[in-house]
T-cell receptor, first 112, second 111 residues
Framework: LAKTTQPISMDSYEGQEVNITCSHN???????ITWYQQFPSQGPRFIIQ???TKVTNEVASLFIPADRKSSTLSLPRVSLSDTAVYYC?????????????FGTGTRLLVSP | DAGVTQSPTHLIKTRGQQVTLRCSPK?????VSWYQQALGQGPQFIFQ???????QRGNFPDRFSGHQFPNYSSELNVNALLLGDSALYLC??????????FGAGTRLSVL
């Protein structure tokens, strides 16, 4: 499974857009890019997943360039409740043999 | 519709003891995975169960074992507990067609 690299921490203010970039140079053809959010003492929560170009849902957007060696999670107009750890993963899906490999994640702190 | 539920929420054990953690997957999910998350680290994959059999295993010793029941629920057993086994143990379930849903975890403290 491809290894991911992302910033250890980021700071932002309420109402700003936050972009967290993840590097995954060894991503395989069949790997999807997945992001999870985790609050203290809770399990990770799925945010968004994509294969290429751009994916958008009600909470975030995921931008993936053509070479797929990196991806950017975009959180529009963050609030204090978005303070959490965000994990970027690559995973082979839809085979029933998915195994998620988490790194140390990016700790996002949103201030008033 | 209940999501993934884990019990107990907290547990305190002493070195050398054995512990059993339990997990009920989200309705409609048949695959259960277990993860260990040490403080300040990301979750680390322990193993995955499907059709009552261990399908994949991470880099964990044989002291860690598990079981899946016909109703898809699962147990994680850890024998001969070490201080380093203190962590948040997460259960995740999936249907094999999408992302995994995680439970809130069991916080295990080994004294």
């Amino acid at each position: 499974l491809a290894k991911t690299t992302q910033p250890i921490s980021m700071d932002s203010y309420e109402g700003q857009e936050v972009n967290i970039t993840c590097s995954h140079n060894n991503i395989a053809t069949n790997d999807y890019i997945t992001w999870y959010q985790q609050f203290p003492s809770q399990g990770p929560r799925f945010i968004i997943q994509g294969y290429k170009t751009k994916v958008t849902n009600e909470v975030a957007s995921l931008f993936i360039p053509a070479d797929r060696k990196s991806s950017t999670l975009s959180l529009p107009r963050v609030s204090l409740s978005d303070t959490a750890v965000y994990y970027c993963l690559v995973a082979l899906l839809n085979t029933g043999f998915q195994k998620l490999v988490f790194g140390t994640g990016t700790r996002l702190l949103v201030s008033p | 519709d209940a999501g993934v539920t884990q019990s107990p929420t907290h547990l305190i054990k002493t070195r050398g003891q054995q512990v059993t953690l339990r997990c009920s997957p989200k309705s409609g999910h048949d695959t259960v995975s277990w993860y260990q998350q040490a403080l300040g680290q990301g979750p680390q994959f322990i193993f995955q169960y499907y059709e009552e059999e261990e399908r994949q295993r991470g880099n964990f010793p044989d002291r860690f074992s598990g079981h899946q029941f016909p109703n898809y629920s699962s147990e994680l057993n850890v024998n001969a507990l070490l201080l380093g086994d203190s962590a948040l143990y997460l259960c995740a379930s999936s249907s094999g067609q999408g992302s995994e849903d995680f439970g809130a975890g069991t916080r295990l403290s080994v004294l």
